[in-house]
């Protein structure tokens, strides 16, 4: 019998919706990356993770005790919660489709999965400490702003690496700042590296000792203005449940088959004097 869906067939389609959707999650997902990590162990959904203060040390005489120095850490908790997708995906529109259905549907799943991950840590960049804001309503992304949330974070003794996320249209002012002649002395021609390197390949890479990474999941707000941060890694959290998976569920009297992509976690601020909140335009 011609055209049959075997159990050989359905087990191919699997594999290439979950080779596809984990490849497209890992490797679409901007934020994941930059944050730290706290998988969840055995029972319950929530973590805390110890936050630890800053405690100073000084001289003392010889042979004289040292008095003691009491360590009380605040925690922060995040609690990790279900996200999901899903799709009914028939035996005729398997059998029939001119493309790799299998493929398709993974990439569509991990795009979706990565977004709303990214989508959540993005959100976090208004939530860092307030005394360390930076930017404002209709205020352009320039490379002052960026020196200037560096010399907060190393004032406040955080160490490196530092990200700088923002939204591609509030880079784009950097860039168009960076590519303009004469930027590096208002009396040179020339340009500097980072701007030949926006010229060539469209991102900034490195300024400041800031990695700069676009993300278009962060929020425009009703004045054409988006909250981007820089921050260190130990300055956002998210806690991981259950990874990111695919599973499928045979529908006979469908003659369809149910496919499911979900992940259980959770996000927050666990150092908010760890990074500094940039509010800037995104206004063309």
Same mark, same amino acid.
């Given at each position: ?78 609690? /990790?919660?279900? &996200?999901?997708?899903?799709? =009914? ?5 398997? $059998?029939? *489709?001119? #493309? @790799? ?79 303009? /002649?004469?930027? &590096?002395?208002?009396?040179? =021609? ?5 701007? $030949?390197? *926006?010229? #060539? @390949? ?83």
């Amino acid at each position: 019998m011609a055209n049959e869906s075997t159990s050989s067939t359905l087990s191919e389609l699997f594999t290439n919706i979950t080779q596809e959707a984990i490849f497209t999650f890992q490797e679409t997902s901007v934020m994941r990356p930059l944050v730290t990590l706290y998988p969840i162990i055995g029972s319950g959904k929530t973590v805390e993770v110890p936050v630890y203060p800053t405690i100073s040390a000084s001289a003392v005489n010889e042979a004289t005790d040292l008095s003691n120095t009491a360590v009380n850490p605040t925690s922060a908790t995040i609690t /990790a919660s279900e &996200v999901g997708v899903m799709t =009914t995906l028939t035996d005729l529109g398997a $059998n029939s *489709a001119s #493309r @790799n259905v299998g493929a398709d549907i993974g990439k569509l799943f991990g795009e979706a999965i990565a977004k709303k991950v990214d989508t959540d840590l993005v959100n976090l960049l208004d939530d860092f400490a307030s005394a360390n804001d930076q930017g404002g309503a209709g205020t352009e992304l320039t490379a002052d702003l960026l020196f200037k949330a560096q010399a907060i974070l190393r004032t406040a003794n955080v160490p490196a690496p530092y990200y700088g996320v923002f939204h591609p249209k509030a880079l784009f002012n950097l860039k168009k700042t960076l590519t303009q /002649a004469g930027y &590096v002395a208002s009396t040179a =021609t020339a340009i500097s590296d980072i701007g $030949n390197e *926006a010229l #060539r @390949n469209g991102y900034i890479g490195r300024i400041a000792g800031i990695d700069v990474f676009e993300n278009a999941n962060i929020t425009i707000d009703a004045y054409d203005d988006s909250y981007g941060g820089v921050f260190h890694p130990a300055s956002l959290g998210l806690a991981m449940k259950e990874e990111f998976k695919v599973e499928s569920q045979r529908d006979a009297s469908l003659r369809a088959t149910e496919l499911v992509a979900s992940i259980v976690y959770g996000v927050g601020v666990i150092k908010d004097t760890y990074g500094v909140t940039v509010r800037t335009d995104t206004a063309l």
